[in-house]
């Protein structure tokens, strides 16, 4: 019976081989015409793999081509009633108002279409696109077009013009390749395999260009988060990223080993022990946007190696950074609206959040709110962890509020907890950080607000500061948005005595078998001993911030080249 089940898998999976098995030869044969194109270009003493672009004539981009004829765009012409539409006006040329200006260009080559004496190429540089017109008896070289495939680059010598149809055009009078691409270009529909995607980045940038458009925004992004700082009159520096402790976050490294040395080191996890050493030493605001390793797992939100910025500022308290964060957003946003203005406007309008305000909610009352609104009792934290708990009945009424908690995680965790502090950090994560979006809303309930998650236990803050009103808490804040946590910050600890007594507390952790501790970093309290200003400290993903403001579902999505298993034959 089991035999007769299996036979419609195993033809599948015969199905999935054979057709992986013909595309591969189907490829190959156009690996082979492409390669015997590239020999007939040699016979002919050309080089298919030219590097002699610079010579001549300046090149002209492809924007600026259209940009030098923007006074030569058609005006819309008024259509019938329930007429197909026409290519967008501002996408429309006026023939007569084009002038035969000539210009040299290049690019990929990204489709070719004949129509008997003529041929139109698509070319694509960093800037955009446009169409060569190619026509026999004007362009010297209309046979060898037949040499030219999809992938290829190409140069092309010309005069500008427009198609009756309105389109700005090169009509090329000399055209040569550059660049042979040996292997053929996917179609937009059949380069949506994810890994792949992935793995081939390269492909994906020329297959899909909104790819193209997230890691722009990146780029813009980054020299936003420069540009705010700079004005600031913040100093940008590097720091190490092999370090011989573990330190600067609670999570497990990646370690290396140092030959000439014979020492064992350990990537980055964080570069705040460093940079705090630089205030101490008098830079009294600086930054360090800073590739940072971790050992952990992979998740949407998660990847090993990933890109942070850290930033500390002297006499100034974690109050002063939430008012820093909240102008930083705002101003790196409106510098992604300039830079990539009909992205953002895309990415804008598919936004479930709003950046207009800010709520800041200390983390005791949060989960005071959430037990209230889950109709739960204020010591719901210390019953589970006594094991005292009614979760079938608790169950219940969270889900009678809409509320769909994770009980069975929740006591673990809570169970799990060496301190009053612990345990609400546990709460916290299961009754309130997962009800965020819901719980914190614009006053037309239509979107989430950003939240400042505020005043943490200090058991679990081993370099904050605690509160002066209250020491059992730290002067600390998260900030999540969209039910994802982007930030983290806080007032320093300076006293050197509390910090070597946090720091004993994890190496008392490390040698219980945690693996997520710090070492002890004598010479950190040592410049603690020298004296550390009142200081605030902040740290960001640079990769998080990236999918926020792009809409990226996957932290994979913004890394140009995600760590990936390796690619296998089968």
């Not at 600026?64 to 005006?75: C, E, L, Q, T």
């Not at 002038?99 to 003529?118: D, M, T």
């Not at 505020?454 to 803050?461: G, K, N």
Request: include cysteine; glycine fraction near 6%.
């Amino acid at each position: 019976m089991s035999q007769q089940k299996d036979r419609p898998n195993d033809r599948k999976a015969e199905r999935l081989v054979k057709e992986a098995a013909e595309a591969a030869r189907a490829e190959e044969t156009l690996i082979a015409t492409r390669k015997a194109k590239a020999a007939r270009l040699r016979d002919r003493g050309e080089n298919p793999f030219a590097n002699d672009v610079t010579a001549g004539e300046p090149l002209t981009e492809l924007a600026a081509v259209r940009a030098r004829f923007d006074g030569a765009r058609a005006a819309a012409e008024p259509k019938a009633e329930g007429a197909a539409p026409d290519r967008p006006a501002a996408d429309r040329y006026d023939p007569a108002r084009v002038e035969p200006l000539p210009f040299r260009v290049a690019g990929r080559v990204l489709f070719v279409r004949s129509f008997g004496g003529v041929t139109f190429v698509r070319l694509r540089d960093r800037t955009g696109e446009l169409q060569l017109y190619c026509e026999q008896g004007s362009l010297a070289e209309f046979e060898r077009l037949e040499d030219i495939d999809l992938g290829d680059f190409i140069e092309a010598r010309g005069v500008a013009m427009a198609t009756q149809k309105g389109e700005l055009s090169i009509r090329a009078e000399r055209l040569r390749l550059l660049t042979k691409a040996y292997r053929p270009l996917p179609t937009k529909t059949s380069f949506k395999d994810v890994e792949s995607r992935y793995r081939m980045r390269y492909v994906d940038l020329v297959a899909n260009p909104h790819v193209a458009g997230v890691f722009r925004a990146r780029s813009a992004i980054v020299a936003a988060l420069r540009e705010f700082l700079d004005a600031r009159g913040f100093l940008e520096v590097e720091t190490p990223t092999m370090h011989t402790l573990v330190g600067g976050a609670t999570a497990k490294p990646f370690k290396t080993h140092h030959n000439a040395l014979d020492l064992e080191l350990f990537l980055r996890i964080a570069p705040e022990l460093f940079l705090k050493r630089l205030v101490v030493g008098g830079f009294e605001r600086v930054y360090e946007i800073a590739r940072c390793y971790r050992n952990e797992g992979l998740s949407t939100r998660h990847n090993p190696e990933f890109t942070m910025i850290e930033y500390y500022q002297a006499y100034a308290t974690y109050e002063t950074l939430m008012d820093g964060t909240e102008a930083m957003l705002r101003h790196v946003d409106a510098r992604l609206a300039e830079r990539l203005p009909a992205e953002h406007a895309a990415w804008t309008a598919q936004r479930t959040y709003s950046l207009e305000r800010f709520a800041r909610v200390p983390m005791a009352e949060g989960i005071a709110r959430a037990l209230s609104k889950s109709g739960l009792p204020a010591d719901v934290p210390q019953r589970i962890a006594a094991d005292d708990a009614p979760i079938k009945e608790w169950a219940k009424a969270a889900k009678a509020s809409g509320r769909e908690i994770d009980w069975t995680n929740f006591r673990a965790g809570a169970k799990k907890c060496e301190s009053p502090g612990e345990l609400v950090f546990s709460a916290y994560e299961y009754v309130v950080e997962p009800f965020l979006t819901r719980d914190y809303r614009t006053e037309a309930g239509d979107k989430s607000i950003p939240v400042f998650i505020i005043d943490y236990p200090f058991e679990v803050s081993p370099l904050a500061r605690k509160k002066d009103s209250d020491p059992a808490l730290v002067d600390r804040f998260e900030l999540f948005i969209d039910g994802r946590e982007l930030c983290n910050a806080f007032s320093e600890l300076n006293d050197p005595e509390d910090q070597d007594a946090r720091f004993r507390a994890q190496v008392a952790k490390k040698s219980r078998g945690e693996e997520e501790t710090m070492d002890y970093d004598a010479d950190y309290v040592r410049a603690l001993e020298h004296g550390l200003p009142p200081t605030a400290g902040f740290g960001m993903g640079i990769d998080r911030l990236t999918m926020l403001l792009t809409g990226a579902t996957s932290i994979r999505d913004v890394i140009l080249f995600p760590l990936l298993r390796p690619e296998t034959d089968t």
